[in-house]
């Protein structure tokens, strides 16, 4: 069982910045895929980004995100971020770390769009409301 918390949601005005934290524990954290998914009330949970753990160079970005939002990790903690600059009110919604076990062989889904039934395991998830 893969136990996955997340951290650091908050209020900020436009164009200002937050930085989410997930880690996850309970697995192995090389061989997954990690990502920030995020929902707002009567819409379905969108993908933000993501990044396959090992090597940590394969990323995948939403278009609304692409050039603002950063995906990292620290191995080390077995922890993943999301930089989030030049913060929009549109980017107001409850944000959502999950993982997925992922072989190597089909690393390159982690770069492609993924949905939330692809994700096996959740964190419960952090607010951001961003304030015009």
């Known amino acids: 069982q893969v136990h996955v918390v997340e951290s650091g949601g908050g209020s900020v005005q436009a164009g200002g910045s937050l930085r989410l934290s997930c880690t996850a524990s309970?697995?192995?954290?090389?061989?997954?895929?990690m990502g920030w998914f995020r929902q707002v009330p009567g819409k379905e949970r969108e993908e933000v980004a993501s990044?396959?753990?090992?090597?940590?160079?394969?990323?995948y970005y939403a278009g609304s995100v692409k050039g603002r939002f950063t995906i990292s990790q620290d191995t080390a903690k077995n922890t993943v971020f999301l930089q989030m600059d030049g913060l929009k009110p549109e980017d107001t919604a409850m944000y959502y770390c999950?993982?997925?076990?992922?072989?190597?062989?089909?690393?390159?889904?982690?770069?492609?769009?993924?949905?939330?039934?692809?994700?096996?395991?959740w964190g419960q998830g952090t607010q951001v409301t961003v304030s015009s």
């Open positions: 999950a993982t997925r076990r992922l072989n190597s062989s089909f690393q390159w889904q982690c770069g492609l769009p993924q949905s939330a039934e692809d994700f096996s395991y």
């Open positions: 309970g697995a192995t954290y090389g061989n997954r895929c």
């Open positions: 990044i396959y753990t090992t090597g940590g160079s394969l990323t």
